[in-house]
């Protein structure tokens, strides 16, 4: 555990309560190894109450810590997460508490496949076919490009079994799935080499909207 972590873990506990904090989990892409320069670290926080008091000390714990963002569930709401969803507790890393965890079935990730990929091209959709300005619509794409990466990743371990770590092992699995490799590996690439992109998809977001629209509308499980 990085001592930033640390330190945001032991802040937590002070200003909640161990009595309260079901779990703290740390994810993402600073676990994987794969965070860019400017990428947060993202958490999940489990408690047993949540409350108006208990807000507002999670809001002065964050912008004590700015590089943090946390994903916020009481224990009735983690009962009430579809099982499909939980993917992401399998793939970070524990740092206080516990949690009875089983690994999603196939059914489970089906649902879950199914519901995000609507939800995707729902924003697509909106995106392109209204007017927003370009910063908004390029912010979109990157968005895009990691809920794609998600999307894969859920369809790599539906067909496989196995939860693929990072964009790099999935790019090497892509043959192993039953969907179209090139438009997989190129929205892959884009996102592994994010940065090498940003200008072209800040000066022309609409490309790669329509790009990630078409992905979407014809990878099906």
Do not use: C, W
Not at 28 to 45: F, H, K, M, N, P
Not at 179 to 194: G, I, K, M, N, W
């Amino acid at each position: 555990m990085s001592s930033i972590v640390e330190v945001f873990k032991d802040d937590l506990l002070q200003a909640l309560g161990p009595s309260n904090i079901i779990l703290i989990y740390h994810h993402g892409s600073r676990v994987r190894g794969e965070a860019r320069s400017d990428s947060d670290y993202d958490t999940i926080l489990v408690l047993n109450e949540i409350d108006e008091k208990v807000l507002k000390k999670i809001r002065g714990v964050l912008s004590r810590h700015p590089t943090f963002q946390t994903y916020l569930l009481s224990r009735q709401d983690f009962e009430d997460l579809p099982h499909g969803q939980r993917l992401e507790f399998f793939e970070g890393q524990r740092l206080y508490g516990n949690l009875d965890l089983k690994p999603p079935s196939r059914k489970q990730v089906l649902k879950e496949i199914r519901r995000s990929r609507l939800q995707s091209l729902h924003y697509l959709r909106h995106y392109i076919t209204l007017p927003h300005d370009e910063e908004r619509r390029a912010r979109l794409v990157y968005f895009q490009l990691k809920d794609a990466y998600f999307y894969l990743r859920s369809i790599a371990y539906y067909e496989t079994g196995r939860l693929v770590s990072t964009r790099k092992e999935l790019i090497s699995k892509l043959t192993e799935l039953r969907v179209d490799r090139s438009p997989a590996t190129d929205l892959l690439q884009t996102l592994e080499s994010y940065e090498e992109y940003k200008s072209k998809i800040g000066e022309n977001p609409d490309a790669y909207l329509f790009k990630l629209e078409k992905f979407f509308r014809t990878t099906r499980v």
